[in-house]
């Protein structure tokens, strides 16, 4: 009794001097902006519209943290595809945004938090998972060097990081989106952001007027130009097999969605199209591959195989509508050796420059480096990349990063299947998308490590953090035990990359 009446006391005493520690705060705060913007303003205009920009956006994340969760997935298709260094140092620009919301959102976590909260951490299969997958492409390959006394050059440091970046995004959609609303916003801004690469793709394969110069201002990889002179929708992406891949995703989304809500139907079938005829718009035959794999998936997802008699009808208008780049593709098959020039280089590539190294002594066992690319002045790009995805497991990380990608695909197969039965809410709907893409990706890595290109791999994850949410997320009408009370019992509602700095456009960077 009397420690806790002092204490009840005293309380009020502190609260009532804090707003004026609060005023005074703000007041010493606003001062220094003012004299930082008036220094700005007298160096360039641009950079001072730049720090506005920025204290905008940080004070809308941080009074709506599910801010930065839309932005990431509805720009990351818009801008992953601009070199590092052409508008922010060392990073593309959708990285320099999830580092910017990272540092933002762990500082809003410090100063709110309470101490005495409980912390009770849940860990899902399938983030216990893709961090083994990390920590298999990165401290054990880097590990085994060392012991072997290799040189461990900056482009194998930049590849380690690159599954962590993801985990990193993974991390910002998971513990930013709480509700079913904020699930189905993330779920249109993909789409959107989804139709606008599409467009872009489709009109740069029909060699449509100023296209491909607006391309030319930050999209060309590089700096190679000759690349986009093909007809190839590479988009926004800088990537045709990318670009593809989060098209394919999306028209899982697309038509779970319309299964789901059966409104906005218009806008939905009209997206749709859209990212059926921007797959065959990439120029690419494993996507088209990735298409028909897509299309089954949705079908099993949403448990209506009989969607599948609708699936010629999408072809026929794609093939038509993209037929620039078919018949570009077609035209392959008509050189000497009979198959396209793309697959000779591919093979000539692994059996020169990598399966050599991966098979010598006992390399497959823990990988041969994490780098993924060698330098060949030949090229273009000065780099020639590996373009076979189970060969990227192993040289990157052996046989530990392949048994890890197993495991991956594994539980996230049967947790995600047993998620989408029901389209109840809308992490159901992430969930029939993130099930497409670890399909599509099982099936596409025989050519390419889809796991880890840039716009791809940035989708997946975030789609597996959606799913996620159905389980003890807050509902936007109730309690958060509400939420998923229609789940099946027994069912699980749980819910790779490019380097950080330096490497970049083909291999595990495309």
């Known amino acids: 009794m009397t420690v806790t009446f002092p204490n009840t006391v005293a309380g009020p005493v502190r609260r009532a001097g804090r707003p004026r520690l609060d005023l005074l705060g703000l007041a010493l705060a606003g001062l220094c902006l003012a004299v930082l913007l008036g220094a700005l303003l007298a ?51 959708n990285e320099a945004l999830a580092v910017f919301f990272a540092g933002l959102l762990t500082l809003r976590y410090f100063v709110q938090y309470r101490p005495g909260t409980p912390l009770r951490p849940y860990i899902t299969r399938i983030e216990l998972a893709l ?11 880097l590990a085994w060097m060392f012991l072997q006394g290799k040189e461990i050059i900056a482009d194998d440091i930049s590849y380690a990081l690159v599954l962590w970046k993801f985990l990193g ?12 609303r904020q699930v189905r916003n993330c779920l249109a801004a993909s789409i959107g952001s989804a139709v606008i690469l599409g467009t872009i793709a489709i009109l740069q394969t029909l060699d449509v007027p100023g296209i491909r110069p607006f391309l030319l201002t930050f999209w060309a990889p590089f700096g190679y130009e000759e690349q986009l002179a093909i007809p190839r929708g590479s988009s926004t992406l800088s990537l045709p097999a990318a670009t593809a891949d989060v098209l394919i995703f999306n028209l899982a989304l697309a038509i779970a969605m319309l299964w789901k809500s059966r409104k906005q ?68 098959f008509q050189s000497a050796q009979g198959l396209p020039n793309s697959w000779i280089v591919r093979w000539y590539n692994l059996s020169m420059y990598f399966w050599p190294d991966l098979f010598s002594g006992s390399n497959v066992l823990f990988g041969v480096r994490p780098s993924a690319r060698v330098v060949v002045l030949s090229q273009g790009t000065g780099y ?81 953090a959606l799913a996620a949410v159905g389980k003890g997320a807050a509902t936007d009408k109730g309690p958060p035990d509400k939420i998923g009370s229609q789940q099946r019992p027994g069912t699980v509602e749980e819910g790779q990359g490019e380097p950080i700095m330096g490497a970049d456009d083909r291999g595990v960077d495309r």
């Not at 995805?389 to 047993?418: E, M, Q």
Request: hydrophobic residues 60%; aromatic residues 10%; proline residues 4%.
């Open 43 to 93: 160096v360039s205009v641009l950079y001072a519209l730049a720090l506005v920009a920025v204290i905008g956006l940080s004070v809308l994340v941080w009074q709506k943290p599910v801010t930065a969760a839309y932005l990431i997935i509805g720009l990351t298709p818009l801008v992953a595809g601009i070199d590092r260094g052409r508008i922010v140092p060392v990073l593309r620009p």
């Open 384 to 464: 020639v990349w590996i373009e076979s995805g189970y060969t990227w497991l192993l040289w990157g990380g052996g046989i530990p990063l392949f048994a890890a990608f197993v495991w991956f695909v594994r539980v996230s197969l049967k947790d995600l299947w047993a998620r989408c039965k029901d389209l109840t809410d809308w992490s159901a709907v992430a969930a029939v998308g993130a099930f497409t893409a670890v399909m599509v990706i099982v099936a596409l890595m025989n050519f390419d490590p889809h796991l880890t290109y840039r716009g791809t791999a940035d989708l997946l994850f975030a789609l597996l």
């Open 131 to 141: 961090v083994s997958i990390a920590v298999s492409s990165s401290i054990l390959p």
């Open 169 to 180: 995004v993974y991390g910002l959609v998971r513990f930013t989106v709480k509700t079913q």
């Open 265 to 332: 139907i218009a806008l939905l079938v009209g997206a749709s199209l859209v990212f059926v005829i921007g797959t065959f718009a990439a120029g690419e035959f494993s996507s088209v591959m990735g298409l028909v794999v897509g299309v089954i998936c949705i079908a099993m997802a949403l448990r209506r195989l009989d969607l599948l008699r609708y699936a010629p009808i999408g072809l026929g208008i794609a093939i038509i509508a993209a037929w620039p780049a078919v018949t570009h593709r077609l035209e392959g």
